[in-house]
């Protein structure tokens, strides 16, 4: 019986880990930059951003669209973001470009990538005196998707197991 436990649990673990690997590789492989960037602009529509626009195109300075979040419907703070679908890491070269890319126009910025961030470019996106850069890697970015219930569908299964010492106790 503990065996059986044990080998579902560990399949379980890794379905977990498969739907992620599947995720990341539809939106790497399958959606255009343009799709991703509208998948993106979506996202941050369900989280509360307004007015979120996407503005990547050639020439466009790094920026691949803008948006206003509001806290508490007090403050709000312009962010423009960057999407990347990579599968490597991204490197601190792309967040100091990206930075760049945001002076004169908002005090926030948001790289969103299907890949990861390398140690370097965390630092940079929080180097102090720099304005702050928030980072969403391929993991958090697929684990928003099954928050929202963006094209990630989630099935409960009930298991119910008889406790054999809550009877004894009669």
Same mark, same amino acid.
């Given at each position: #019986?503990?065996?059986? &436990? /044990?080998?579902? /649990?560990?399949? $379980?673990?890794?379905?977990?880990?498969?739907?992620? %690997?599947?995720?990341?590789? *539809?939106?790497?492989?399958?959606?255009?930059?343009?799709?991703? &960037?509208?998948?993106?602009? @979506?996202?941050?529509?369900?989280?509360?951003?307004?007015?979120? &626009?996407?503005t990547g195109r050639s020439g466009?300075?790094?920026?691949?669209?803008?948006?206003?979040?509001?806290?508490?419907? *007090?403050?709000?703070?312009?962010?423009?973001?960057?999407?990347? @679908?990579?599968?490597?890491?991204?490197?601190?070269?792309?967040?100091?470009?990206? @930075?760049?890319? #945001?002076? !004169?126009?908002?005090?926030? !910025?948001?790289? *969103?990538?299907?890949?990861?961030?390398? @140690?370097?470019?965390?630092?940079?996106?929080?180097?102090? !005196?720099?304005?702050? *850069?928030?980072?969403?890697?391929?993991?958090?970015?697929? &684990? %928003?998707?099954? $928050?929202?219930?963006?094209?990630?569908?989630? $099935?409960? +299964?009930?298991?119910?197991?008889?406790? +054999?010492?809550?009877?004894?106790?009669?």
């Amino acid at each position: #019986m503990k065996e059986n &436990e /044990a080998k579902e /649990a560990d399949e $379980e673990v890794q379905e977990a880990e498969n739907w992620k %690997k599947l995720a990341l590789e *539809i939106i790497t492989e399958v959606l255009s930059p343009g799709a991703f &960037e509208r998948l993106v602009q @979506r996202i941050l529509r369900e989280k509360g951003f307004s007015q979120v &626009e996407v503005t990547g195109r050639s020439g466009d300075g790094g920026i691949d669209g803008r948006g206003i979040a509001k806290i508490n419907g *007090i403050l709000s703070f312009h962010i423009i973001f960057q999407c990347k @679908r990579y599968k490597g890491k991204v490197g601190s070269g792309e967040i100091r470009d990206f @930075r760049g890319a #945001m002076i !004169g126009r908002t005090d926030k !910025g948001l790289f *969103i990538t299907t890949g990861s961030f390398t @140690r370097d470019a965390i630092l940079e996106a929080n180097r102090d !005196g720099a304005p702050a *850069i928030d980072l969403i890697d391929g993991e958090k970015l697929v &684990e %928003k998707l099954k $928050e929202l219930n963006l094209g990630i569908d989630i $099935e409960l +299964r009930e298991h119910i197991s008889v406790n +054999r010492k809550w009877f004894e106790s009669f």
